[in-house]
Structure formats: structure tokens, C-alpha cells
């Protein structure tokens, strides 16, 4: 995923989940945080530095890389997808 806040790993950069974590957080309330930080990202606690950078200099650039990486995953899943249905005929 191309964003600010999300490393390579997949792992979110996120204070709810790091060092703000408390066991009073029920899972409505970390669901609403994820879907807050992926809708508006915080650029300045940024996870990827290129996609941060993207967002606060070159918005339309940022939404292409977005958009391409999205695109791409599409193309790997479908890959996988009959690579699996392949190895099962």
C-alpha cells in the first residue's frame, strides 16, 4: 500500500497501536482510528517518507502512485489466483 503512514511490511504507523496502546480500546475504537489514518494521513509521522513527501508537494502525483499501486495488486492477485487454480487441475 502506497501511504504515509503504512510501512512496507504492511504494519500501520499509528499511536493507538504503538505507544498510546491501553487495553480500555475496544475494536470499534481501533477500527475507527485505522479508518481515520488511512483517510487522512498524517504526513509528518510518516511510515514512508516518499509517499509523505508525494502528499504534501505533488498531491496529483501522490493520487497517480496510489492509484498505480492499487492497480498493480489487482494484477498480482489475478496472477496468483490462476496460478493456484493451475496447480489444482
Not at 510518516?46 to 502512485?65: C, D, G, H, Q, T
Amino acid at each position: 500500500m502506497f501511504h504515509p503512514n503504512v510501512y512496507a511490511n504492511g504494519e500501520l504507523c499509528l499511536d493507538i497501536l504503538q505507544n498510546r496502546w491501553s487495553p480500555t480500546y475496544d475494536v470499534a475504537a481501533i477500527l475507527t482510528s485505522i479508518q481515520s489514518l488511512l483517510h487522512d494521513p498524517n504526513p509528518n509521522s510518516p511510515a514512508n517518507a516518499e509517499a509523505a513527501s508525494l502528499y504534501r508537494e505533488n498531491m496529483k502525483e501522490y493520487v497517480r502512485r496510489v492509484k498505480l499501486t492499487v492497480e498493480q495488486s489487482w494484477i498480482d492477485e489475478t496472477e496468483e489466483a490462476q496460478a493456484y487454480t493451475d496447480a489444482d487441475a
